[in-house]
T-cell receptor, first 116, second 112 residues
Framework: DAGVIQSPRHEVTEMGQEVTLRCKPISGHDYLFWYRQTMMRGLELLIYFNNNVPIDDSGMPEDRFSAKMPNASFSTLKIQPSEPRDSAVYFC??????????????FGPGTRLTVL | DQQVKQNSPSLSVQEGRISILNCDYTNSMFDYFLWYKKYPAEGPTFLISISSIKDKNEDGRFTVFLNKSAKHLSLHIVPSQPGDSAVYFCAAENQAGTALIFGKGTTLSVSS
């Protein structure tokens, strides 16, 4: 298995532009998580899905952030409009309720976003 | 308000010595804890976990200790190796059992 795939790996954009981050979870996993990592706040959970349905989006910082999971193999995190304070590394992770390792989440390599 | 706290941003240890990484939590209802390890430019990877019904779990050089009364857990690495240099995140499973709450991480540097 290729693991969790995220694209792009790096994104540099200007303030006000729309940014879309993409994630392909591990096949067969029924949970998908979006995290943001910053020096100040560490690893924050933004939103998570179960069977493509958003379960908890209380970590989404503002209405400028939105996430979708149109099918079991794809999710997007969109920021519109982007601001410099959104600069961070964004991770996608997936997990399976059938996993022998209870609640182990598998992370993608992350997308480093820089908003100028 | 941080529910999982790693109060030491960094730790430096010599090769062969013991590394002890600490983690505190505030919610006594948390009952499952995990440690993740993260190398630069990579995502975190699962390292070891512990259920609240235990006070110790060991896997090779890695041992996690849980003190429920103190709401404290620690990760011991012995002997430490230069390849252990990474950021270590402590995480607690939320009460619904569906998501993890992470600490800010501790950067471990092991010198040879």
């Amino acid at each position: 298995d290729a693991g969790v795939i995220q694209s792009p790996r790096h994104e540099v954009t200007e303030m006000g532009q729309e940014v879309t981050l993409r994630c392909k979870p591990i096949s067969g996993h029924d949970y998908l998580f979006w995290y943001r990592q910053t020096m100040m706040r560490g690893l924050e959970l933004l939103i998570y899905f179960n069977n493509n349905v958003p379960i908890d989006d209380s970590g989404m910082p503002e209405d400028r952030f939105s996430a979708k999971m149109p099918n079991a193999s794809f999710s997007t995190l969109k920021i519109q409009p982007s601001e410099p304070r959104d600069s961070a590394v964004y991770f996608c992770a997936s997990s399976s309720t059938d996993s022998s390792s209870y609640n182990e989440q598998f992370f993608g390599p992350g997308t480093r976003l820089t908003v100028l | 308000d941080q529910q999982v706290k790693q109060n030491s941003p960094s730790l430096s240890v010599q090769e062969g010595r013991i590394s002890i990484l600490n983690c505190d939590y505030t919610n006594s209802m948390f009952d499952y804890f995990l440690w993740y390890k993260k190398y630069p430019a990579e995502g975190p990877t699962f390292l070891i976990s512990i259920s609240s019904i235990k006070d110790k779990n060991e896997d090779g050089r890695f041992t996690v200790f849980l003190n429920k009364s103190a709401k404290h857990l620690s990760l011991h690495i012995v002997p430490s190796q230069p390849g252990d240099s990474a950021v270590y995140f402590c995480a607690a499973e939320n009460q619904a059992g569906t998501a993890l709450i992470f600490g800010k991480g501790t950067t471990l540097s092991v010198s040879s």
